[in-house]
């Protein structure tokens, strides 16, 4: 049982370029999330999907698009990356309802120059 | 809207010392509260929950109590590990559009020397 899957582990960019994170769970979740962790910031927020078909902003969806490709996969695209979204990049997953916890995967580290 | 505040880190002890790191939040009605931790270089786990107000959740050694009238869920620890060091996060949901988004809060680190 894999849970999370993110790809790719790194990245570098330069300022300008452009490339998808990709995530997939294998827990059947219909909820999925896009966070970024940077020092002292804590996690924020990118977009979530609450289900398949749906897709909806977060706290800090500027500079970003998703993709709920399927139930199992969600991807985030930088279409022009800035030095500003250089973090480490989270991919989430949970059941449905207030009760259940978040299912993480190891983290997409990224840098832009 | 739902928010959570941590106490402020890090958290430095000694091994086999207390710990409390402790949660406030700010919730209408009694969400579901949360612990994840976070050991370096990787994602959040989650630690401990607890569902409803005076439950009490633990795992791993680490307890937490759901009090409502301090709206509190400080987390404890009563011999802590150098594998304990890590980061520490609160969370619980807030309702949005018919789902539930987790709110957490900064994060505490901690670290155990031997």
């Known amino acids: 049982n894999a849970g999370v899957t993110q790809t790719p582990k790194f990245q570098v960019l330069k300022t300008g370029q452009s490339m998808t994170l990709q995530c997939a769970q294998d827990m059947n979740h219909n909820s999925m999330y896009w966070y970024r962790q940077d020092p002292g910031m804590g996690l924020r927020l990118i977009y979530y999907?609450?289900?398949?078909?749906?897709?909806d902003k977060g706290e800090v969806p500027n500079g970003y698009n998703v993709s709920r490709l399927n139930k199992r996969e969600f991807s985030l695209r930088l279409e022009s990356a800035a030095p500003s979204q250089t973090s480490v990049y989270f991919c989430?997953?949970?059941?449905?309802?207030?009760?259940?916890?978040?299912?993480f995967g190891p983290g997409t580290r990224l840098t832009v120059t | 809207g739902n928010s959570v505040t941590q106490m402020e880190g890090p958290v430095t002890l000694s091994e086999e010392a207390f710990l409390t790191i402790n949660c406030t939040y700010t919730a209408t009605g009694y969400p579901s509260l949360f612990w994840y931790v976070q050991y370096p270089g990787e994602g959040l786990q989650l630690l401990l929950k607890?569902?409803?107000?005076?439950d009490k959740g633990s795992n791993k050694g680490f307890e937490a109590t759901y009090r409502k009238e301090t709206t509190s869920f400080h987390l404890e620890k009563g011999s802590v590990q150098v594998s304990d060091s890590a980061v520490y996060f609160c969370?619980?949901?807030?309702?949005?559009?018919?789902?539930?988004?987790?709110?957490f809060g900064r994060g505490t680190s901690l670290i155990v020397h031997p």
């Open positions: 989430a997953s949970s059941e449905t309802g207030e009760v259940h916890e978040q299912y």
């Open positions: 969370a619980l949901p807030t309702a949005s559009g018919g789902s539930y988004i987790p709110t």
């Open positions: 999907s609450a289900s398949e078909g749906t897709t």
């Open positions: 607890a569902t409803k107000a005076d």
